[in-house]
């Protein structure tokens, strides 16, 4: 597993947690889902689902367009954390 930090925002990152083994991923915070997907790219993975660790702005701001530009993605969030976007509530975040 490997971690990549994506620079958002002018003082905020986002990050991807690589499953080598599957070249899959998971976005945390895309507050930038342009330049999250772009790191990923760039790494050769795919995103498989979001991880947003709480719903500020510049945390969950982007949940919505990345499940634009990319369909069916799951969206996870604290369960009583009301996180913009989330299509998957979780009692551990």
Not at 33 to 52: M, N, R, S
Request: charged share 25%; net charge negative.
């Amino acid at each position: 597993m490997k971690i990549h930090h994506v620079a958002c925002l002018e003082d905020n990152y986002a990050y991807l947690i690589i499953d080598e083994s599957t070249k899959e991923a998971a976005a945390v915070d895309p507050v930038e889902p342009e330049k999250v997907l772009k790191a990923a790219q760039e790494h050769g993975v795919d995103i498989k689902l979001v991880l947003t660790t709480h719903h500020h702005w510049d945390r969950a701001g982007g949940n919505e367009k990345i499940k634009q530009l990319v369909p069916g993605i799951k969206v996870y969030g604290g369960s009583i954390d009301n996180v913009k976007g989330c299509t998957r509530k979780s009692g551990f975040l």
